[in-house]
């Protein structure tokens, strides 16, 4: 048995706030923290295990353990972008089977909205000493992967623009989403050019915020009274430019996905509700064919009509909006799309957007830049 089957998630929290100005960092994962305890039934007492990355102030997990006033036997700190808490989430299954603690936190927090933090490359960085003359910004090098996507499989800005729809259809009923307003393929189109082909509407939102997870092993798990989620497959990977040879069509979910459905034993077909990082339209479309939803080049396909739709196609996805159109949190939005996929196994989801009979699901991170140098994490969760 893998031992991250051997692991549940117990306890979600999402911050409400969408701009904090009067909050700080450590104080919104404290918040985080407590309530996803809260929703667990546990206390900050009965944590012995704590995960968080790169967006903790200071030395990370040391501030944080000590903000937080924890007794821990383990944490861990690694650090790959957004898609962070589902790796997070993962090691924290192998390390309870390992009997390296028995409730693990993770949380994951930020206040980029109230700091007005521009996205931009990290000249510092000795990996973006190439890119940094060229005064590159995140939506360029994902500019880059659409129309590279465009000229090699015929994909169109309407098929991209379909993403967002349906991320519209869904946040229409999430009060603390920040774009509320149902969104049409015209709506997409005329938006303003950020970088071509991708439009504002293409692009996610930027919030404060955060969340927490809480996971545990089954024994303390059957003791709660919360609904159980068990984490039944995960895979990690990371991709670079391997010298030269840039891919600009294909991420790590290849590698993630592939590794997490065999642990789980499931194909994509059986996936009733699916979380996808959505930093922009074009990181979706990507990572559905890279975890085998759809045949790489046809996800422009897959995508149109309303097939994310929930209650219209047959892969609903980001039912609480995603980052299109709820929240991006520390402009890393990995752990918001766990906490979605757990409230829809749990039946817990608005009830405009809940899935029938949602017993598997997936969630997917895609962390730092695809097309360049990227980590992805794949989660595949089953209602018990």
Same mark, same amino acid.
């Given at each position: 048995m893998a031992l991250t089957k051997q692991a549940y998630i117990v306890g979600i929290y999402e911050h409400p706030t969408r701009k904090a100005p009067d909050k700080s960092v450590?104080?919104?994962? %404290?918040?985080?923290? %407590?309530? %996803?305890?809260a929703d667990a039934g546990l206390t900050k007492d009965d944590v012995d295990g704590y995960f968080c990355a790169g967006d903790a102030p200071g030395p990370g997990p040391l501030t944080m353990i000590d903000f937080l006033n924890l007794r821990v036997r383990h944490c861990d700190s690694t650090d790959i972008g957004g898609s962070a808490p589902l790796l997070h989430i993962a090691h924290a299954a192998q390390v309870i089977a390992a009997g390296k603690c028995s409730i693990a936190l993770v949380t994951l927090a930020g206040r980029p909205r109230s700091e007005r933090s521009e996205s931009h490359l990290n000249t510092t960085q000795p990996n973006t000493m190439w890119e940094a003359p060229l005064q590159v910004k995140t939506a360029d090098i994902y500019a880059m992967c659409a129309r590279r996507h465009m000229h090699d499989y015929g994909t169109t800005s309407e098929q991209l623009a379909w993403i967002k729809v349906a991320a519209s259809h869904h946040a229409q009923h999430n009060p603390q989403a920040m774009l509320r307003k149902v969104t049409s393929v015209e709506d997409v189109l005329s938006s303003p050019i950020v970088s071509d082909p991708l439009r504002r509407f293409d692009c996610c939102v930027t919030s404060d915020g955060g969340g927490a997870i809480v996971v545990t092993c089954p024994e303390i798990a059957m003791s709660?009274?919360?609904?159980?989620v068990k984490v039944i497959g995960a895979g990690e990977a990371v991709q670079g430019q391997w010298a030269g040879e840039v891919e600009l069509t294909a991420s790590a979910a290849r590698q993630s996905g592939a590794i997490a459905f065999a642990e789980a034993g499931v194909r994509p077909t059986d996936i009733r509700y699916a979380s996808i990082y959505d930093s922009f339209t074009i990181t979706v479309l990507i990572a559905l064919e890279d975890l085998g939803f759809c045949e790489k080049g046809s996800g422009g396909r897959f995508v149109a009509g309303g097939n994310l739709i929930?209650?219209?196609?047959?892969?609903?996805?980001?039912?609480?909006?995603?980052?299109?159109?709820?929240?991006?949190?520390?402009?890393?939005?990995?752990?918001t799309k766990v906490i979605e996929a757990v409230r829809q196994l749990r039946g817990e989801a608005h009830p405009a957007v809940q899935v029938d009979d949602c017993a598997l699901a997936? %969630?997917?991170?895609?962390?730092?830049?695809?097309?360049?140098?990227?980590?992805?994490?794949?989660?595949?969760?089953e209602r018990e």
């Open positions: 450590v104080q919104l994962h %404290a918040e985080c923290a %407590a309530g %996803a305890l709660l009274k919360r609904p159980r929930s209650g219209i196609g047959r892969l609903p996805f980001n039912t609480d909006g995603g980052g299109l159109c709820n929240n991006h949190p520390a402009m890393r939005g990995g752990i997936l %969630a997917h991170g895609t962390g730092w830049l695809m097309g360049t140098r990227h980590g992805s994490a794949t989660l595949i969760l």
